[in-house]
Nanobody, 125 residues
Framework: EVQLVESGGGLVQAGGSLRLSCAASGFTFDDYAIGWFRQAPGKEREGVSCISSSDGNTIYADSVKGRFTISSDNAKNTVYLQMNSLKPEDTAVYFC??????????????????WGQGTQLIVSS
């Protein structure tokens, strides 16, 4: 059974830091790219970052570039999202998702095969 389990969300003050984790199981981790997405109330789900488990290539949304860092521990089948200099507008439910193969657009939610249940981040001003 494929599972993606996010953890690490919570309440943090603006300017603070938090690290999210995405633990994957049930598929060949090295064959997939793992993306982080977020969805704020009333808004569409948007791509935050993505990492290729095979070669470690990463990509970020402009809104988080320089503040967020995605990384992968292939031995643990886990992807992390280190979030620094958090802003109230980062408040959202954060999801991780797995995509096999290449994609036309890394942040296209329909390119992803598996999704986690999400973890809530609230950034207070």
């Amino acid at each position: 059974e494929v599972q993606l389990v996010e953890s690490g969300g919570g309440l943090v003050q603006a300017g603070g830091s938090l690290r999210l984790s995405c633990a994957a199981s049930g598929f060949t981790f090295d064959d997939y790219a793992i993306g982080w997405f977020r969805q704020a109330p009333g808004k569409e789900r948007e791509g935050v970052s993505c990492i290729s488990s095979s070669d470690g290539n990463t990509i970020y949304a402009d809104s988080v570039k320089g503040r967020f860092t995605i990384s992968s521990d292939n031995a643990k089948n886990t992807v992390y999202l280190q979030m620094n200099s958090l802003k109230p507008e980062d408040t959202a439910v954060y999801f991780c998702a797995a995509r096999g193969g290449t994609a036309q657009e890394w942040d296209d939610i329909y390119e992803y095969d598996y999704w986690g249940q999400g973890t809530q981040l609230i950034v207070s001003s």
